[in-house]
């Protein structure tokens, strides 16, 4: 039997879990998982580098929510692993280290820190080392792909550039990991404003602007509705706008069409009947998952177990990876009392939550 190519990805619980996340990253690890051995976990430590964002007890819904969206689009945790990242602690320590070996002009040349910390005064130390943190996620792992959507491909080779950074300062410890990222629908835009992406958090309080995965069909078609499209009156396929290259764009990621499909149905076509097949297109994939998602929100025990399940395997992985860390930088120490530290910690967690 051949080795699976192990892949590590995660998507942060900041907002509304738009169409973007599910094309751009979902949809891939749920086609791939008999193909790969999948790590997937709900980035919720992430989710704390704009802290004025984080109403605790929101934040904690948000992620049983994103666990439930993990399952509802098809992962099965037969087959891949799906937790919380702030379950496995290594994830810090290793964010820890990395940022250590990391130059800071590698982190101020991030665009997304960049567009992130753009008109907001008070910036944490946590947004500008994000990059080094998703960097110890994948690389905790071993993770030989990463699939997402467009926007985290500058993210990834910078994580390259740490592992490798770090195997040549004190011996190979990490696997340099490569983006995958697909043609359609890794950057989904606005439907509002399709010069800028489609985003959770712009989504949760903007009406319209995005197209939420487990939305009701008649806001998805409302949505659509009001997207913005061009000037002109009809689809022209190779000179479309912004707006209607979204659309199409939206319309090619959910039913896998080629170009030229997609060119010979929509060319010369008003706007209503784009906005019409592209509802029903996406209204088709996204209402099953709905439905899925709504039962498995009533079933907080049966998605404990399966967070419970996947952090059990990860934690095993990247205590593995973090003692190898440790031993290459010569901080091999370990308290005695680890083991009952870590069990208290988890009956008092197992309390509070
Ligand atoms: N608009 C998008 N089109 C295609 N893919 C997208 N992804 C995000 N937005 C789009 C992909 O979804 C995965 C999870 O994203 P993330 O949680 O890491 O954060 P993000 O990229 O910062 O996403 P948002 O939606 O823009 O969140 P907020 O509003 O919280 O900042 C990634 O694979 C990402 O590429």
Redesign the pocket.
Known sequence: MTKKIRVF???????K??????????STWVAQQDNFEGIYCV?DL??LT?PE?VVPAKLNEKVWKAVSIYLAAGLDPKKSDIFIQSMVPEHSELAWILNCVTPMGWLNRMT?FKA?SANRENVGTGLFTYPTL?AADILLYDAEK????????QHIELTRDIAERFNTMFGKVFTIPEPM?GKA??????LDDPSK????????VTLYH?IGIVDEPDLIAKSIKKAKTDLGPVVVYDAAGEGVRNLLNIYQAVTKETDDQVKEKFEGKGYGFLKKEVTEAVCEVLAPVRQRYLALMEDRAYLKSVVNKGAEHAHLLASKKVSQVRDALGISFSSPNLEKAFFLRKELLSKTR
Do not use: F
Not at 146 to 153: C, M, R, S
């Open positions: 990805s995660g998507i942060q619980p900041t907002g879990l738009h169409v973007g996340n599910y094309t751009g990253a979902l980035v992430h989710a704009i964002n997304q992130k998703m990463v699939p997402a959507g467009d926007d985290q491909k990222i629908g890794a950057r989904i835009m606005g992406k489609m985003s959770k958090s712009v989504g949760e995005s």
